[in-house]
């Protein structure tokens, strides 16, 4: 059965949110085991972080390209149109994640 595509939008925020921020704040626990300063750690790890989190948030790289290739060769413009918005939702995670975080250490990205 076929989810609702508001449905996978919303997924593709909170997925991106979450592998970001948790990422993030796992790497910079690392860090404060490893006596480097967990900080600076936490912002350098959530500048490493972002494209994954994208690429995790929509499904892998092979799922969009296909779905750019069916969009482009077979004239299916719905299913384009709807990568664009997964992608841009995942960015949209991203995005909040980083202003959190930027929030959370006073610091700027």
């Not at 997924?11 to 949110?17: A, D, V, W």
Request: hydrophobic residues 55%.
């Amino acid at each position: 059965m076929e989810e609702r595509f508001i449905f996978a939008m919303i997924k593709c925020f909170f997925i991106s949110f979450g592998v970001l921020t948790g990422g993030a704040l796992f790497g910079s626990l690392s860090a404060y085991l490893t006596g480097d300063p967990p900080i600076s750690e936490l912002i350098l790890a959530a500048k490493r972080l972002r494209i994954w989190a994208i690429v995790a948030a929509i499904g892998g790289t092979f799922d969009a390209i296909s779905t750019f290739e069916k969009g482009i060769f077979e004239a299916s413009t719905i299913d384009l149109i709807k990568q664009i918005l997964l992608i841009i939702a995942a960015m949209g995670g991203v995005k909040s994640s980083l202003m959190l975080i930027s929030w959370i250490t006073q610091g700027d990205f």
